[in-house]
C-alpha cells in the first residue's frame, strides 16, 4: 500500500501520428460567399478536372458557378455562371441528355425546386442561365441530389431527399434526353433526410438507395426489388448516430461488396459498418474515430497509394468557429478497416463544406478539392514522404503459440532506431502504431519495460529502406510466463478540496497480471469531513463511511475507473489544512502477486485558493534509497484562464536525465490528445482541438491534466536530487512555466509517517500467526480494519524488539498494524490475511 498527498488521474486516450503524406494549398478564385457544394468533373470537355461549386449567400447572390482546370495541372480560370439560383443545397454532375457531355443537377431547398442546366457543349462550353429545365417543384426543402440508371433502360434517373418533409423520391428520365415524370416516392418517413446516393449494394446487378436522415439519426438502405425502381426497405443499418450528416459506400475492408461509412456530427463520430455477406446484410457499428469535433464531411480514397480505401473528412465547418474546422485524412492500416491516427491536410482552420478526392493535376496521386465559408481550392497530395512501420502489440491468452494473438494492449512504447535516429511511438487502444522512418536500416523493439511474467515475441525487427514510400509490418506478440494475479489500484481527486465546494475522485483500478479476474473494490472515507453525494457506476453505499462495487472478467492491462462525487463540508466542520483520508481496497488479495498495491492509503489536503497550473510529484520531497527502483508519480494540472476558448493546447516536459524514459507509464490525460518524445527526453503532450473553454464562461469544463508515472534510472545515489517542470502553451501565447518540484533520494527518512525501516513484519500474507521485528523497543502495536476499528491493542515492555501475534481469529482480508517504538515513531504496516 502506498499513502500519497493530493494527486489526480483519469483513463485515457492516445492519438499519436507523424505527417506522413504532405499537402499543398491552391486556393481559386471565388467569392467569399458561403460556399455550399462542389464536384469535380470535367465539364468542358478539355480531358481536366473542373470545380462546379454552388453558393448560398444572398448578399453577393446565389449561384452556381464553375471554374476551369486550364492545363490540367490545377491552375484554374476565373469562375462562369451556370445560373443563379435562391440557396442551391446540392449539385450534381451528370450527363442527362445523352450528348455526351455533363450537366447540372442542382436542389434548390427555398424554392422546393429541383432542376437541371444543360451543358450546350459545341467546341465550347456554354450554360444558358435563364434556360433552367425543372424536374420538380413540390419537394419540400430539397437536400440531396443524386444521378443513376435507377431503372436499368440506359440512361439517368435523378434522385432526391427532402430534408422537411422527410421524403426519399426518384424521378424517371423518361426520354433519355432529360425529360421527367413524376415524383416516386421511395420512403417517406425518414426524418430529416439528408443524404443520398446509390450502388449496387446486394450484388443483383441493379442500383439500390443509400439515405442518411439527421433528425431521426438512421442510415437506411432500400432494396431495388425488380430493376425498375421498385423499393423495399433492405435494411436499418445503424441508429448509433447522433445528427448524421453524410453516409456513402465504399469497399472498407477489401473483399468486394460495398461497406458503409458514416459521418455524424453530434456524437463527433466517424464509423463504418461491414456488408458481411455481400448481400446487404451490414454488421455492427465500427467506430473509427470520435475525436473530430462536428464531422460533416466524408469521402474514401485510396490517398496514400497502398491499395486500400483511406478516409478523408472534414470537421468543424458547421456547429464549430472557423478555426476549430480542419480536412483530415485516417489511414486504412491493413486494408480490412483497421484505421490509424488521424493526420491532418489542411491545417486547423481550413474545413469545408463539401470535399471530392480527385487527380486535379494528373500526377497519378489523389488531391482533394473543397470548398468552405470563405474560399475554395485544392490541396495537392506531395506524396509519401517517409517510409512506415507498423504493427500491433497484443496479448496470447489462447496460449496458440502467438499465431492468433487475441487481446488489444494499449499505451504501450514502441520504438525504432538507426543508431542516430530514434522514433518512439504509442499503441492506440485498437492495439496499433506507426512509426515513419526515413531511409536506412532500423531495429523496432517494445521500448516499455513490462512485467517479468510476459514473455515478449520476437524481441525485435529489422527492417531496411532505400527512398522512400517503403512499408514494414512488425507485430509483437505477448505470451504469460506461469499464471499470476495482480491488481492494483488507486484513487485520485480531478482538483483540490475546498471547503463548501463539490470534488469529484476518480478510483482506478486495474488487471497488471496475466489473468482475467473478477472481484470487488471498497472505498472507506472521513464522513466528518466530506459527504459522498452520487457516482457514475452502480456504486452500494454500505455505510456512512463506505462504498463497493463488485467487477467481473477484468482482463490483463485492463483498467476501470469510477467516478465520485463528494462534497466538503463548510468551516467550522471542515478547515483549510484539515486532511481527508481515504482507503481504497481492490479484492481478491489473497494470491495476489503485490497485494501491498490492492490497498490505497490517501491523504488529501483541503486548501483555500491554489495555482490551477502547477506539477507535483506524489512521493514529495524525499524517497528513501530503497526505494529508488520504484516509481515517481508525476501530474501536470492547466487551466485556460483567458477569455476566449484554447483550440489548442502543448505542454513540454523536459525529463531529467536521472529518470528512465523505458519505465514512463501515462496514467491519465484529461483530453484526446497524443504524446511524442524526443531525444528519449523531451516530452510533448498535444491536444489539437481541444477547444478548452475558459474560466471566465466555463469554470468546470476549463481544467485539464496529465499523470504519469516513471522510474529512476538505476545508478541513482544518495543525495542525488531529480527535477521536474513543464511548459503550458494554450495556442500562440507564450508558455506558462509551472513549478519546479524536486526530490531527493536519502538515506533516513525524517517525517515518522514514511519510517518504513525500523520495523518489518513476516510472513505477509499471513494464515494466522505473524511476525513483528523492530530496530528500537516497541510499546504498542494496533490492529485496524479496513473501517478505522481498532480491533486490538498490544502493549510492551522497554525492551521489546520481536514480537509474535495470533491473528488466526480475524476474517480474511485487508487490516492495518500501528506500530510505536520508544522513539516516538509511527509506522502503519499493510497486513493481508
Wanted: charged content about 20%.
Amino acid at each position: 500500500m502506498k499513502s500519497f498527498l493530493p494527486t489526480l488521474f483519469l483513463l485515457f486516450a492516445f492519438n499519436l501520428t507523424f505527417a506522413q503524406l504532405g499537402f499543398e494549398a491552391h486556393y481559386v478564385y471565388g467569392e467569399a460567399s458561403y460556399n455550399e457544394s462542389l464536384c469535380v468533373e470535367d465539364i468542358t470537355n478539355n480531358g481536366h478536372l473542373d470545380i462546379i461549386y454552388s453558393t448560398t449567400y444572398a448578399g453577393s447572390g446565389d449561384s452556381v458557378k464553375f471554374v476551369t482546370n486550364v492545363n490540367g495541372e490545377g491552375s484554374f480560370s476565373y469562375p462562369s455562371y451556370i445560373s443563379s439560383l435562391n440557396f442551391a443545397t446540392s449539385i450534381y454532375a451528370a450527363d442527362l441528355d445523352g450528348d455526351n457531355d455533363l450537366d447540372i443537377i442542382t436542389a434548390n431547398s427555398l424554392e422546393d425546386k429541383v432542376s437541371w442546366h444543360r451543358n450546350e457543349y459545341n467546341g465550347f462550353v456554354y450554360f444558358d442561365t435563364d434556360a433552367e429545365e425543372i424536374i420538380t417543384e413540390t419537394q419540400n426543402a430539397p437536400s440531396s441530389v443524386f444521378a443513376e440508371d435507377i431503372d436499368g433502360d440506359g440512361d439517368l434517373d435523378v434522385l432526391v431527399t427532402s430534408a422537411y418533409d422527410d421524403t426519399v423520391a426518384w424521378y424517371e428520365n423518361t426520354d433519355g434526353l432529360g425529360n421527367f415524370g413524376a415524383k416516386q416516392v421511395i420512403f417517406n418517413n425518414a426524418d430529416g433526410a439528408n443524404y443520398i446516393e446509390s450502388a449496387d449494394v446486394d450484388g443483383d446487378g441493379d442500383m439500390d438507395i443509400l439515405v442518411a436522415s439527421n433528425y431521426d439519426n438512421v442510415i437506411r438502405w432500400f432494396k431495388n426489388t425488380d430493376g425498375q425502381g421498385t423499393f423495399v426497405l433492405g435494411e436499418v443499418i445503424t441508429t448509433f448516430v447522433s445528427y448524421v450528416y453524410k453516409a456513402t459506400f465504399a469497399d472498407v475492408d477489401g473483399d468486394g461488396d460495398l461497406d458503409v461509412l458514416s459521418a455524424s456530427s453530434s456524437d463527433s463520430k466517424i464509423a463504418w459498418y461491414e456488408n458481411t455477406d455481400g448481400l446487404g446484410s451490414f454488421g455492427a457499428q465500427q467506430i473509427i474515430s470520435t475525436e473530430l469535433s462536428f464531422p460533416k464531411e466524408i469521402e474514401s480514397a485510396d490517398l496514400d497509394n497502398d491499395g486500400d480505401l483511406d478516409i478523408i473528412a472534414s470537421y468543424g465547418s458547421y456547429g464549430g468557429t472557423v478555426e476549430t474546422a480542419e480536412i483530415v485524412w485516417i489511414e486504412n492500416l491493413d486494408g480490412l478497416g483497421t484505421f490509424g491516427s488521424i493526420q491532418s491536410i489542411s491545417g486547423p482552420g481550413h474545413g469545408a463544406h463539401t470535399i471530392s478526392v480527385k487527380d486535379i493535376d494528373e500526377d497519378g496521386i489523389l488531391d482533394i478539392a473543397f470548398v468552405s465559408s470563405f474560399d475554395m481550392g485544392w490541396y495537392k497530395n506531395l506524396g509519401i514522404s517517409s517510409n512506415e512501420i507498423s504493427g500491433y502489440v497484443k496479448l496470447d491468452t489462447n496460449l496458440t503459440g502467438c499465431t492468433n494473438p487475441n487481446i488489444d494492449i494499449p499505451n504501450i512504447f514502441i520504438t525504432t532506431t538507426n543508431g542516430t535516429e530514434t522514433l518512439t511511438s504509442m499503441t492506440l487502444n485498437n492495439s496499433l502504431y506507426q512509426l515513419f522512418p526515413g531511409e536506412g536500416d532500423y531495429t523496432t523493439t517494445i521500448a516499455s519495460q513490462l512485467p517479468s511474467y510476459f514473455n515478449v515475441y520476437p524481441s525485435s525487427y529489422d527492417s531496411s529502406f532505400t527512398g522512400y514510400s517503403s512499408t514494414d509490418t512488425a507485430n509483437f506478440c505477448l505470451q504469460r510466463s506461469g499464471v499470476v494475479d495482480d491488481l492494483s489500484i488507486s484513487l485520485y481527486p480531478l482538483s483540490d478540496p475546498r471547503p463548501g465546494f463539490d470534488i469529484i475522485y476518480k478510483l482506478v483500478y486495474r488487471n497488471n497480471g496475466n489473468t482475467q479476474l473478477t472481484g470487488s473494490v471498497t472505498l472507506d472515507f472521513d464522513d466528518e469531513k466530506i459527504q459522498y453525494i452520487t457516482a457514475n457506476e452502480n456504486v452500494v453505499q454500505d455505510s456512512d463511511t463506505s462504498l463497493s462495487l463488485s467487477f467481473t472478467d477484468l482482463s490483463p492491462f485492463e483498467i476501470r475507473t469510477i467516478d465520485l462525487r463528494f462534497n466538503v463540508f463548510q468551516i467550522p466542520t471542515t478547515n483549510i489544512d484539515d486532511v481527508i483520508e481515504f482507503t481504497a481496497t481492490v479484492n481478491p488479495i489473497a494470491g495476489d502477486e503485490t497485494p501491498d498495491d490492492n490497498v490505497f492509503l490517501f491523504k488529501d489536503l483541503v486548501i483555500g485558493a491554489y495555482d490551477p497550473n502547477d506539477i507535483r510529484v506524489l512521493e514529495g520531497e524525499t524517497v528513501h534509497i530503497d526505494d529508488s527502483d520504484e516509481y515517481l508519480h508525476y501530474i501536470i494540472r492547466f487551466q485556460n484562464t483567458g477569455t476566449a476558448e484554447a483550440i489548442n493546447v502543448n505542454v513540454e516536459n523536459t525529463l531529467d536525465d536521472k529518470l528512465d524514459w523505458t519505465t514512463m507509464q501515462l496514467e491519465s490525460l484529461s483530453h484526446d490528445g497524443r504524446v511524442e518524445i524526443t531525444n528519449n527526453t523531451q516530452v510533448n503532450f498535444i491536444f489539437n482541438d481541444i477547444n478548452l473553454p475558459d474560466s471566465t464562461n466555463d469554470e468546470p469544463n476549463s481544467h485539464g491534466y496529465i499523470a504519469y508515472k516513471i522510474k529512476p534510472i538505476n545508478s541513482v545515489q544518495i543525495a542525488d536530487i531529480v527535477n521536474n517542470t513543464a511548459d503550458i502553451y494554450f495556442d500562440f501565447n507564450p508558455a506558462i512555466t509551472t513549478n519546479t518540484v524536486s526530490t531527493e533520494f536519502v538515506e533516513q527518512l525524517f517525517n515518522a509517517d514514511y519510517d518504513i525501516n525500523n520495523f518489518s513484519i513476516f510472513p505477509n500474507p499471513t494464515s494466522g500467526l505473524i511476525n513483528i521485528s523492530s530496530k528500537t523497543a516497541l510499546l504498542t502495536i494496533s490492529v485496524i480494519d479496513i473501517n478505522g476499528r481498532n480491533l486490538k491493542e498490544i502493549q510492551f515492555n522497554n525492551h521489546t524488539l520481536n514480537t509474535e501475534l495470533d491473528l488466526s481469529h480475524l476474517k480474511s482480508g485487508v487490516y492495518f498494524l500501528n506500530i510505536n517504538s520508544n522513539l516516538k515513531t509511527t509506522n502503519i504496516k499493510v497486513m493481508v490475511k
